[in-house]
């Protein structure tokens, strides 16, 4: 499974909505819509929650950055429709910045 992601915001908000774009996934599963993301800032990891509203549903994923370095892993939560009952997770292997304009590339194992 590949997750494109691409957001404006403020990548240093904490406790607050950090992120609004779309994202584009593909794989076992392929659809297209919007995401909403907050971003919470803990001692030693830095915790996006992504909300992904897709035609064919939605779903929730965590993704989690360690602040000493290291994967950067996420996880599907939940999901409806299309997505229930699916779980993944896998890491994220780019995040590039461009002003306020993030473009993100997830990749991981999905599964009922």
Do not use: C, Q
Not at 14 to 30: C, K, L, Q
Not at 57 to 64: E, H, Q, S
């Amino acid at each position: 499974m590949t997750l494109h992601i691409r957001e404006r915001g403020d990548a240093s908000a904490n406790n607050a909505v950090s992120g609004v774009g779309r994202f584009r996934i593909s794989g076992a599963i392929s659809d297209r819509g919007t995401t909403r993301a907050r971003r919470t800032v803990k001692s030693t990891t830095v915790v996006i929650r992504r909300v992904m509203k897709g035609k064919k549903g939605t779903f929730r994923l965590v993704l989690t950055i360690p602040k000493a370095g290291g994967d950067k892993t996420w996880k599907i939560t939940s999901g409806t429709r299309a997505y229930k009952g699916v779980h993944g997770n896998g890491t994220e292997d780019s995040a590039i910045f461009s002003g306020d304009l993030g473009d993100f590339m997830l990749s991981g194992k999905v599964s009922r």
